[in-house]
């Protein structure tokens, strides 16, 4: 689905340099994307310092002298103070946030407007509805409960997703102009299933209750079971749920 996303991105900046690019929620897919654009220079911004260090580790053969990969946080007012970019990614950036600066959602606009030259874009995931109509439908939402009941049981902070009108109404009062905005409807297949049931597993470790922790354990072996033999995953995908793309300029 990513790389759709990416393209409409690609799409929506027509033949415009790419200049300086900050992705200001950076990840190896994000970044991957980034740097396979014509850029003059790249900066990624990570919450977490494992993952700057992971990510320099792995890009180390396509950073050029003028790229970076920081970790840093946008609730603090000195990162990258004073530093414009001619594009700025939030990639699955504003969903994660509440990992990294809990209630600071309404601030992350404001946060990255100064840095913005020219346009902002922004990916994000539209909440699930609370019900779905199809098996595979169901199973997704399954699947996604049980991550979130895990990291919660772990002592952890879930995900909290926006939607796109949401956005619209933050860029808007952030000083953005929105200019084009498409909702696209996402295919899941075995990768998600056995991504996110895998962060499960992964929590169960955290767990007060060893006794809950092994029950959990089969639990979740039970629902990659009954999703991984879902019909929908041997014709394209299990079609759920919306990522939306917005690209925004400075007003
Ligand atoms: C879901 S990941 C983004 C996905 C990424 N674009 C990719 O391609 O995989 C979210 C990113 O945003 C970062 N992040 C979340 N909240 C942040 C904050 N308050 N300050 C800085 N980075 C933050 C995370 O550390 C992570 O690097």
Redesign the pocket.
Known sequence: M?DSLFSTIEHFHEDRPWGSVL??????????WICGLPTESWTG????PH?RDRMKRDFSSRIRSHDRILA????DPG?LAGETFDVV?A???L???D???PY?QDQ?LPRLRPHVRERLYL?GLAPYPDRAKTPGGKAVLEIARLRDACILLAGHRC?REYPLEWVKRSLESSGFVVEQAESMTIRYGARFINGQLDVCVRKLKYFQDPVMAASMRMHIESVRAKALALGELKSGGIRFGEDYVMSARPA
């Open positions: 990513a992705d200001a929620g950076t990840g190896a897919h994000s970044l991957g911004i990570t919450g977490d993952r840093g946080n946008w609730t990162l990614l990639d699955y950036l969903g994660a946030l990992g990294f600066a600071f992350l990916v995900y």
